[in-house]
């Protein structure tokens, strides 16, 4: 499934982004979709998912409490509330999905094989 990020940029230390990610309205219903960043250097690491249903959500720890994933049906995007940004978080956030059961409450552990192109975000002190 073809996904596209978007929200990225360059945000003072302490500030907010949102990120968004649209995926095509036929598959959306279908999908887990988390959120993933990389850093210059460092691998690529889960950051935050949500199961498809809306009703299991996983955080990474550095990210709890500060983040918020989300799923707008209406619009078929997927949103991470991003809040309290520090210069650590500077990363290329890249969306990911996977088709789901219905009944698999499943985040973080998913083989995602969809992947949208990522957007920058960039934290300054």
């Known amino acids: 499934v073809q996904l596209q990020a978007s929200g990225g940029g360059l945000v003072q230390a302490g500030g907010s982004l949102r990120l968004s990610c649209a995926a095509p309205?036929?598959?959306?219903?279908?999908?887990?979709m988390a959120w993933f960043r990389q850093a210059p250097g460092k691998d690529r690491e889960f950051v935050a998912g949500?199961?498809?249903?809306?009703?299991?959500?996983e955080y990474s720890d550095s990210v709890q409490g500060r983040f918020t994933i989300s799923k707008e049906s209406a619009r078929h995007t997927f949103y991470l509330q991003m809040n309290s940004l520090k210069p650590e978080d500077t990363a290329v956030y890249f969306c990911a999905a996977r088709r789901q059961i219905l009944t698999d409450t499943r985040v973080r552990t998913l083989e995602y094989d969809s992947w949208g192109p990522g957007t920058q975000v960039t934290v300054s002190s």
């Open positions: 949500i199961n498809r249903r809306g009703i299991a959500t």
């Open positions: 309205r036929r598959a959306f219903s279908d999908y887990a």
